[in-house]
């Protein structure tokens, strides 16, 4: 499997995204952009192939536009590796706040119905007074 990094270049602004790259081959050393010089349909085409063929049967070959189209690829994962992270994140922040808040709900909601408790206790004791009143009263 081919790797890259990246060198510093200059020229033209399609050598130097060309420069700006470094392919390696298999056995891990700079391939270069070479041109396909026979006839056919590829005649022209730009690719990258070991530094040391024919000499090496190290068997490295990638076709230029090739390895521009998986870089680019490789970047848009990249990009949503990040926004998956963020997402990730921001969830998380979300459920901590989902927890204090459905907390603070359960407190609320125990207080309201000790608040009730106490009311019927009252209530309850308001119409046994008021009913001891009217025995009271009625005698």
Not at 71 to 100: D, G, P
Request: net charge neutral; glycine share 6%; charged share 30%.
């Amino acid at each position: 499997m081919a790797s890259s990094h990246q060198s510093i270049g200059s020229g033209s602004s399609r050598s130097r995204s060309e420069q700006n790259r470094v392919v390696l081959c298999y056995h891990n050393e700079p391939a270069p952009v070479k041109t396909v010089r026979y006839n056919g349909p590829t005649l022209g085409r730009r690719f990258y192939g070991c530094p040391n063929w024919p000499n090496n049967t190290c068997g490295f070959f990638r076709w230029a536009d090739e390895v521009d189209d998986i870089r680019q690829l490789q970047f848009k994962i990249q990009e949503y590796i990040t926004e998956i992270a963020e997402l990730q994140m921001s969830h998380e922040m979300v459920e901590e706040e989902y927890k204090k808040l459905k907390k603070k709900y359960d407190k609320q909601q125990e207080e309201l119905e000790e608040s009730w408790m106490e009311n019927a206790t009252i209530r309850t004791g308001l119409y046994s007074a008021n009913a001891d009143k009217k025995l009271m009263l009625t005698l």
